[in-house]
């Protein structure tokens, strides 16, 4: 086998760049902010789809272009995803005018050998959806039959066979997306592979109809999954985690550099935001508001991605965290980055110390140096507001938590996680026996329908609020008709400061029920066995405190009459993987777990936690209506001042009207529906007096503090902080 490279010579590669589409690009709606470097590439709509895109012979990586190509190997499996990235470089290291291997008859016997079984497979209508390279494989056969047809004139009449029944397959596999167009049933890194599949399937068999469908998807329906600061659906309406994003965004970009599709092009600079607020400085892809059980802790945050934002933006931020990767590109993106490239850019290094609203979540983010926090208030089962349409719900299931935190440190394998918590759930059991999948919960109920969310996020505090019904969803039983969900409501109620996160956490039967368990659960994690992370000791410092490297949790107070509980086990469910533990809080005393309960209408069970750095002095908190069907008021009280944070668990406006001792003399109140935020509170005889009306599933915030900033109303959001530390403005 031989590992073939571009070397340093490679007289092809001096070709003097082409120069398509500039002023286009330029005049494209909300791009006139990105600078573009005089004679760079950028894609214009209505080039042959076949032309290919020149690479900057000053690409400081270009030995790494057609590195992956195995010539002289007879190794092929016919599937996966590095395959599926060497037929996309053999075709261009066969066909490339700059390519030093152009028409090397040892390039074209390893491209054909990699496309034999596949498209055997295709003909005999196996593997029509193959994901890791079912789009490099129609697009090599449409180039070839473009440019080279006497290399496949004697397997074109059954390869055409086998391209028509791909496209055939996935139209009618995924017609709720190329037929329909409908957002929510959009699996977004998984369906723009499908629909250049089906497209460049379309030309290399020369029916427009298969090339109009694919084309009318990737263009009109999904850039609507990149919203709010950038991020991306997953599968429906759920936030892609870093490493998917990647994929969405590095696919994105071959289709807008095929095609020129503007709105394609507009909606990958929308995604700038979306690494620099969701990966830490020191490498930390938070994972919280992602997909319940498709975390990763691997790695891969988003990188490439970032890398080629900046060469199209000259944006510092993304090249802060793209530069890791410039001189050693995986395959998958170094032709991306060799056509893109920008000399000369300078990194900018991120915030820290503050607390944002961010619109892909729908949350705040805080970030404190080596720690912070996240909470979503996201629904992952209806649209967004950036989407004006009514109707159908996402594909896929609920959240699995609303808020995680995280401790950063010294790099470590796979990144700069020491420790995090994954995720906070009430949990119902529906069934006997043991539990054998934590993170999908075969035997429990914990993912949410039907959610009632508010969130506040000011200068140095965020807030969350959510009533939700537990529903009988997982995720290998997904369908668009999400049913009535369980009898149970799940209510959380967060506050979140700089020191700490706090929240009130509760289960309640609707009508009479009939349970195997009932429990909270929260996970802590350190990363995944072999990939990220080191293995840690859970230690209990002190009755009801866990500590797993420098995060603590801690049990202030609970109505969970059974007892606690650890469990180790891992992200990505290997046997071998107990880099996680589970804490569980239990309703049950005695009776094992095939013993049902009834619990009779209007059962509440509550859980009051606190997180955050062990070195932080633990908090006051206390659960003020503990057996109020209307109000869930939580209180907290640290050394940076006291907060009340109030929520109308109703589905109409309550008044809410109470008074207390005011410590400092200086309490304000905050919530969305007040003008400009917030409202001093009078304080008479140090006693201050709280009277609101709060609309239905609403919350609001009372804070007592001597800080004058702890009662700034204004929301701060990616442009305000990011802004202060960079002096260039980016707005999607």
Same mark, same amino acid.
């Given at each position: ?509 609707? !009508?009479? #029920? $009939?349970?195997? @368990?009932? %429990? *909270?659960?929260? +996970?802590?994690?350190? =990363? ?57 809080? !239990?309703? #049950? $005393?005695?009776? @094992?777990? %095939? *013993?049902?309960? +009834?619990?009779?209408? =209007? ?73 400009? =935020? ?55």
């Amino acid at each position: 086998m031989q590992i073939i490279s571009s070397g340093s010579s490679g007289s092809r590669f001096g070709f003097h760049l082409l120069v398509f589409g500039l002023a286009y690009f330029l005049g494209m709606p909300g791009l006139a902010r990105a600078e573009v470097e005089p004679g760079a590439f950028r894609p214009q709509a209505g080039r042959p789809v076949w032309e290919m895109p020149p690479l900057d012979p000053g690409y400081l990586s270009r030995a790494k272009v057609f590195a992956s190509i195995k010539l002289g190997s007879d190794k092929v499996s016919g599937r996966g995803f590095k395959e599926g990235d060497e037929i996309f470089n053999c075709l261009y290291a066969y066909l490339h005018p700059q390519s030093e291997y152009r028409d090397d008859p040892r390039v074209l016997a390893r491209l054909r050998r990699l496309l034999e079984p596949r498209f055997a497979g295709y003909v005999a209508g196996e593997n029509l959806n193959d994901l890791g390279s079912v789009f490099q494989a129609q697009y090599a056969y449409m180039m070839l039959k473009q440019h080279r047809p006497e290399v496949v004139a004697d397997r074109a009449e059954a390869w055409d066979r086998g391209a028509r029944n791909v496209a055939e397959h996935i139209l009618n596999d995924r017609r709720l997306v190329f037929e329909d167009r409908v957002l929510g049933a959009l699996w977004l890194m998984a369906d723009i592979r499908f629909g250049m599949a089906v497209y460049f399937a379309g030309v290399a068999i020369g029916d427009r109809e298969i090339q109009a469908q694919a084309a009318g998807a990737i263009d009109l329906l999904m850039p609507r999954a990149v919203i709010g600061d950038g991020g991306t659906h997953y599968l429906g309406f759920q936030n892609e985690v870093p490493t998917y994003h990647e994929v969405s965004i590095g696919y994105l970009a071959w289709w807008w550099t095929l095609t020129g599709s503007p709105t394609v092009g507009e909606a990958i600079l929308k995604s700038l935001p979306y690494v620099p607020l969701s990966v830490e400085p020191s490498g930390f892809q938070e994972q919280s508001t992602a997909i319940p059980y498709d975390h990763k802790y691997n790695g891969i945050r988003g990188q490439h991605a970032a890398l080629l934002k900046a060469y199209l933006t000259g944006d510092g931020y993304n090249y802060f965290f793209g530069r890791e990767v410039e001189f050693n590109p995986k395959p998958a993106f170094a032709l991306l980055l060799a056509v893109y490239h920008r000399r000369g850019l300078e990194a900018k290094s991120p915030p820290s110390g503050f607390v944002v609203h961010d619109r892909a979540i729908h949350g705040p983010r805080g970030r404190f140096e080596n720690w912070g926090f996240v909470a979503t208030g996201r629904d992952p089962q209806t649209p967004g507001p950036e989407h004006v349409f009514a109707g159908y719900q996402g594909a896929m299931c609920g959240k699995g938590t609303f808020v995680g935190a995280f401790m950063t440190g010294p790099p470590l394998k796979g990144g700069s996680l020491h420790a995090a918590l994954d995720g906070v759930t009430v949990r119902v059991r529906h069934k006997p026996g043991l539990e054998t999948d934590w993170q999908r919960g075969h035997k429990h109920r914990f993912l949410t329908q039907d959610e009632r969310t508010s969130t506040l996020a000011r200068p140095v505090f965020g807030t969350l609020a959510a009533s939700y019904r537990l529903s009988d969803r997982r995720s290998a039983t997904a369908t668009p008709d999400w049913g009535p969900g369980t009898g149970w409501l799940g209510r959380q109620l967060w506050l979140m400061t700089p020191e700490r996160i706090v929240g009130l956490v509760q289960v309640y039967a609707e !009508s009479e #029920q $009939r349970a195997y @368990g009932l %429990d *909270t659960r929260a +996970v802590l994690t350190t =990363g995944r066995r072999n990939v990220s992370g080191v293995w840690r000791e859970l230690v209990q410092p002190r009755p009801h405190a866990y500590r797993l490297g420098d995060l603590e949790l801690r049990k202030h107070a609970a109505s969970f009459r059974g007892p606690e509980a650890v469990e180790r086990f891992g992200v990505m469910k290997h046997p071998e993987d107990d880099f996680s533990a589970q804490i569980t809080w !239990s309703d #049950q $005393r005695h009776e @094992g777990p %095939d *013993t049902p309960t +009834v619990y009779p209408a =209007g059962t509440t069970r509550w859980t009051l936690l606190e997180v955050g750095p062990s070195d932080r002095g633990e908090a006051r908190a206390v659960n003020l209506n503990p057996e109020d069907p209307v109000w869930a008021v939580l209180e907290v009280e640290a050394a940076e001042g006291l907060y009340r944070v109030i929520h109308n668990l109703s589905d109409h406006p309550q008044r809410y009207a109470a008074g207390f001792a005011s410590k400092s003399g200086s309490v304000s109140l905050h919530a969305e529906w007040l003008k400009g =935020g917030r409202r001093p509170l009078r304080v008479e005889d140090g006693r201050a007096s709280i009277d609101l009306a709060v609309p239905a599933h609403g919350h609001a915030v009372v804070v007592d503090g001597p800080e004058p900033g702890s009662h700034r109303g204004e929301t701060l959001y990616f442009e305000d902080v990011f802004d202060a530390a960079s002096g260039a403005r980016i707005t999607p």
